[in-house]
């Protein structure tokens, strides 16, 4: 036994040693599409090609980016299913408004107002991140997943009975459960399940894609550091990785951890861009669209996500023409797409008629190229 | 190796061609002499039923308004989905402008109006809301007016109505909270009452999805509550009114605007409502002249009765027909001249008569100033108090 | 009294929450995947009871009879066309396509019929509830009938799982599905089954699920989907028994948070309460150990 896990291991020491070529080019392409499309999209939006409903899309797509490189950290690098991502993608939204809310006043300069408030959400978030981890992350799989998506639940109930506002010297006060009395509603930060209103609008375009950006940066590097091959390791054999003397509850409470903070400031991102912003946002079904966006782009694979999520925000949009039928031919494009994209069938198939229309085919027998991409299933 | 880069050119293609997708039907196509309004709303997901009511209201209005006058002013309608999402509405707002939009009918709920509100000041469109009702809608948004109550002012007139007619009762709540309109009431209300000298006696809640009320009617029954107010929608009140039966539990039910529908629900028996009291701008069972053919139509049209949104709905796009006329527009201006001919009118002494009210007017908020009238539901019908 | 009141009222709701979780955790044990628009079935199986006995004219049992028929054939449709395809390439992928069927249904339900609620008639209308101490409880027919229900489909899954051929194949595929292979047994055959039980399941637990709390909108499943889903992890995913107890003890705790803590932050109890459970007990209260092959 003993053996077979010293194979493992060094097989995969060897591999991790080759990939050093395949991280560069992986951060090649991810970067690429991030200043391609920030190229493109600030082209269109000039040239007046791009209408302003997929304008108005820009900063939602670079935060569901942001997200989805975020969660692929915890799912596809450390392993783990989670279902509560909106939980902290929450919690950086709210402490987001709150803070420049408060800073309003004192700081008129925005992007500075943006920088402290994302900083704040990323730090409110991780210690979320860093309060459900400790306990859960001893659990396998889908209780795993099932306890996140209680914390995700547990978050927005919890909104629902916060109440903020600011008092006649501009300091914040802070209520349980009830309106607070003797405030203005103008001067409302968060009311319960109304949530925040009368946010000013600091989120731009340039701002969105720079934070995702830095998601990217992070997630990158820890992929390709020595934590983050440790966190590979045992995801791929958690009793191999622990047989050499990885600590794996510190490595997957890092990457818990990190991936809750950058949750924190896309949630703070997204929370700047509307004026209002009600708890209700945050359920299950945004901690789903998330996951979706994960899988779809290839579990693991950081710039396959980065495209599905921003395909995946348009798509809705993009359906509008269907009125009545736009979100039951959204739900059939999904099936369909995840049938075609995971079936090893038609998997095979669209790949052999890919390599015959292909201008790029090469005459190599050498199929043995990336399929390094997918872990496979461990017994 | 070759492998990962096709792979990514056709990824790349596929969003090419999406984005193709999402770009395209963007022409414009204001100034061809009609006027264009858009309707936003909920027509997917758990508040579809309000969304399609609305989008149902003002389609009526729109047809009727193009049928009466083939040869003067035609308006061409386009509805928009927005899930009840903040997000989605901006979404569909930014769509409805690139095709042409110039006055706005929504949105539906109150947060996405919300959102909303603050794009529409950004590009001045004209908006007017059928039934976003929380006064974050119209807050410091000049061209913002709303057709419906606003929540505040339904809590201050239920505790009013109450305080008048049922001063000895024991009033308890049950109130959804997290829902924008259900603890917008909740909270002025409380504080109305309590402002009156009475106590709320017991404040039950609950959150979307929940069903059993059984924990909560038995609080209030054992606090010897005899009348519960109800300021949530009509859904939710059916699930109350069927287990306080069910435990025989009878005590007087008192709603809001949102309680309308509750008749017309299919299936539903309508002696669990008997005595129920509502405060509502609408009743499809009103005997006056311009409702009742109001509601003939929306039947013959949609196979329902209209609850109290599309009653609104309807009331809006007359209000900015009006409104259109009155201020002498040309339907090929554009958007920011008729939202400034608009708000002249509604924040002026512009008057609009529907079948929700008389003589509407707009006070500086941008809040509908209207009397509510409360019903009692008697026999299966209501009955005008 | 009044505790016993909230304690029915827990186990009527709590039985709601078993039924649905008894389909979850079938399909969990055969399948490793968590079918999350099983919680739409049950509200289309409330639709078609509905369509049955209001249109149709049917009897109230005839309707629940459709409704069990069309969601078992709906169930191994779905399987069929949607979950089978992906079979073996890893629980997400088919995760993410159960939450596109879960789209679906709702969608396809709003088409049909309409976003207006529909008022269920209860499918006890006419019996009288129980009055027992001098009025002051009150024991609805609903929730007698959810109840027994409850205990007895979970008593003849039991039995069919431990007793007949059928079920012991479905329980060797559930084991090692490969080995199960080799050894003769149908797996498309097994799944389809499980399938087939866990949708018409769905179907009764709508039925009742309505008749109790009447109001059916397409998004009625959703919420009970979750809940269910909880009680089924709670008690142990992919255990008979554990997911009757699950669903119990859930509502219970959900209907005595709302009763005696509060009512804003009873789903922050449930849910706080699934997971120090899961503290305790890694794999739920009835779930099985799983050693690690090395």
């Not at chain 1, 060897?14 to 999209?41: T, V």
């Not at chain 3, 995913?237 to 709302?258: H, K, N, Q, V």
Request: charged share 15%; with cysteine.
């Amino acid at each position: 036994m003993a053996e077979r896990i010293l194979k493992s291991v060094s097989v995969r020491a060897l591999k991790g040693a080759k990939r050093g070529g395949q991280y560069r080019k992986e951060a090649m392409i991810a970067y690429g599409i991030l200043i391609a499309g920030y190229i493109l999209l600030q082209l269109g939006a000039a040239t007046g090609i791009i209408g302003r409903n997929l304008q108005g899309q820009f900063v939602p797509i670079c935060v569901y980016m942001a997200l989805a490189i975020s969660l692929n950290l915890v799912v596809g690098i450390s392993g783990e299913l989670s279902l509560g991502h909106a939980g902290f993608m929450a919690a950086g939204a709210f402490t987001g408004v709150v803070v420049t809310r408060v800073l309003e006043k004192s700081l008129s300069f925005a992007p500075a107002r943006l920088i402290i408030a994302l900083i704040a959400a990323a730090l409110v978030a991780a210690l979320a991140g860093f309060i459900i981890g400790i306990p859960i992350l001893g659990l396998r799989g889908d209780y795993l997943a099932i306890v996140t998506l209680a914390f995700g639940e547990i978050i927005r109930n919890f909104m629902n009975v916060i109440y903020f506002g600011l008092n006649e010297k501009g300091h914040l006060v802070f209520s349980f459960n009830h309106a607070i009395d003797g405030i203005e509603d103008a001067n409302r930060v968060i009311t319960g399940p109304i949530g925040a209103t009368g946010t000013t609008q600091i989120a731009t375009f340039t701002g969105a894609m720079l934070l995702t950006a830095f998601t990217l940066f992070v997630v990158l590097n820890i992929k390709n550091s020595k934590q983050g091959r440790a966190i590979m390791a045992i995801r791929d054999n958690r009793i191999a990785g622990e047989s050499i003397g990885l600590d794996v509850k510190k490595y997957k409470l890092m990457a818990f951890v990190v991936s809750a903070a950058l949750a924190g400031m896309a949630g703070c991102m997204f929370g700047q861009n509307y004026s209002t912003l009600a708890p209700v946002k945050f359920n299950f079904n945004t901690s789903v669209l998330i996951l979706v966006f994960v899988v779809l782009g290839g579990i693991g694979n950081i710039w396959g996500s980065m495209i599905a999520a921003a395909l995946l925000t348009i798509l809705p949009e993009a359906l509008r023409q269907f009125s009545d039928y736009r979100m039951l031919t959204y739900a059939v494009v999904l099936i369909v797409v995840m049938i075609c994209t995971y079936n090893p069938a038609i998997k095979a198939r669209i790949g052999a008629v890919w390599s015959k229309i292909n201008p790029f085919r090469k005459r190599s027998k050498d199929n043995s190229g990336s399929s390094g991409k997918k872990g496979k299933e461990a017994a | 190796m070759k492998k990962t880069w096709t792979k990514a050119l056709a990824v790349a293609l596929s969003c090419m061609m999406a984005f193709a997708l999402a770009a395209c039907g963007g022409g414009s196509s204001a100034g061809d002499g009609k006027l264009h309004i858009g309707v936003i709303g909920p027509f997917t997901g758990g508040a579809a039923l309000y969304g399609n009511a609305v989008k149902n209201g003002a389609e009526l209005a729109v047809n009727e308004i193009n049928a009466a006058n083939a040869d003067g002013l035609q308006i061409v309608m386009e509805s928009q989905d927005d899930e009840h999402d903040a997000e989605k509405s901006v979404n569909a707002y930014n769509k409805l402008l690139d095709d042409g939009m110039q006055v706005l009918v929504g949105p539906t709920t109150s947060t996405p109006a919300a959102a909303v509100a603050t794009e529409c000041e950004k590009n001045q469109t004209f908006m007017l809301t059928p039934s976003g009702s929380s006064p974050d809608v119209t807050a410091e948004h000049g061209n913002v007016f709303q057709l419906c109550f606003s929540d505040p002012n339904q809590g201050i007139a239920s505790a009013d109505y109450m305080a008048e007619n049922f001063a000895d009762a024991k009033v308890g709540v049950i109130y959804k909270n997290d829902d924008n309109y259900s603890t917008g009431i909740f909270n002025k209300f409380k504080a109305e009452w309590e402002a009156k000298g009475k106590k709320v006696e017991a404040e039950e809640t609950f959150t979307d999805g929940v069903t059993d009320f059984s924990a909560q009617l038995n609080s209030l029954k054992n606090a010897g509550v005899d009348l519960v107010f109800l300021p949530i929608y009509y859904d939710a009140a059916s699930n109350i009114l069927t287990q306080a039966d069910k435990m025989g539990y009878a005590p007087k039910f008192f709603g809001c605007d949102g309680m309308d529908g509750i008749l017309s629900m299919e299936g539903f028996d309508t002696s669990l409502a008997e005595g129920l009291m509502l405060l509502t701008p609408f009743t499809p069972y009103s005997e006056d002249a311009k409702s009742k053919a109001f509601t003939e139509a929306y039947q013959e049209a949609y196979g329902e009765l209209p609850i109290q949104f599309a009653a609104d709905a309807y009331d809006c796009v007359y209000a900015i027909y009006d409104a259109f006329n009155k201020a002498g527009l040309d339907p090929n201006a554009d958007m920011a001249e008729i939202c400034e001919a608009l708000v002249g009118q509604f924040a002026g002494d512009f008057t609009a008569s529907g079948i929700t009210a008389e003589e509407m007017k707009w006070n500086e908020k941008g809040e509908v100033e209207k009397t509510p009238k409360v019903c009692e539901i008697q026999d299966g019908k209501y009955i005008e108090k | 009294m009044n505790f016993l009141t909230n304690l029915i009222s827990g186990l009527s709701l709590g039985s709601v929450y078993a039924i649905i979780a008894l389909g979850y955790t079938m399909v969990y044990g055969i399948s490793k995947m968590l079918n999350f628009a099983h919680g739409d079935i049950i509200m289309i199986g409330g639709y078609m009871s509905f369509i049955m006995s209001m249109y149709v004219g049917m009897n109230g049992w005839l309707a629940l009879l459709v409704a069990i028929v069309i969601c078992t054939i709906l169930g191994i449709t779905i399987e069929r066309l949607a979950y089978r395809p992906l079979r073996g390439t890893g629980s997400l992928a088919v995760l993410i396509t159960a939450i596109g069927v879960s789209y679906f249904l709702q969608n396809i339900a709003l088409l049909i019929w309409g976003a207006n609620p529909k008022m269920f008639t209860s499918l006890f209308k006419g019996m009288s509830p129980i009055h027992a101490a001098g009025g002051k409880l009150t024991i609805t027919p609903e929730s007698i009938f959810t109840i027994l229900a409850n205990i007895v489909i979970m008593l003849c899954l039991t039995l069919f799982v431990s007793k007949t051929k059928a079920g012991k194949a479905m329980r060797a595929v559930s084991e090692d599905n490969g080995a199960a292979q080799l050894m003769g047994i149908n797996v498309n055959q097994s799944i389809s089954l499980t399938f087939a039980i866990g949708s018409g399941l769905a179907a009764v637990a709508g039925v009742l699920m309505c008749s109790a709390y009447p109001v059916l909108i397409p998004t009625t499943g959703a919420m009970p989907g979750i809940k269910a889903f909880t009680a089924a992890v709670f008690g142990g995913i992919g255990s008979i028994p554990g997911a009757m107890i699950g669903g119990l003890i859930l509502g219970i705790i959900e209907i005595f948070s709302r009763a005696y803590i509060s009512t804003e932050l009873a789903d922050a109890i449930v849910f706080g309460c699934l997971i120090l459970v899961l503290l305790v007990r890694p794999t739920g209260l009835l779930g099985k150990k799983v050693h690690e092959k090395v």
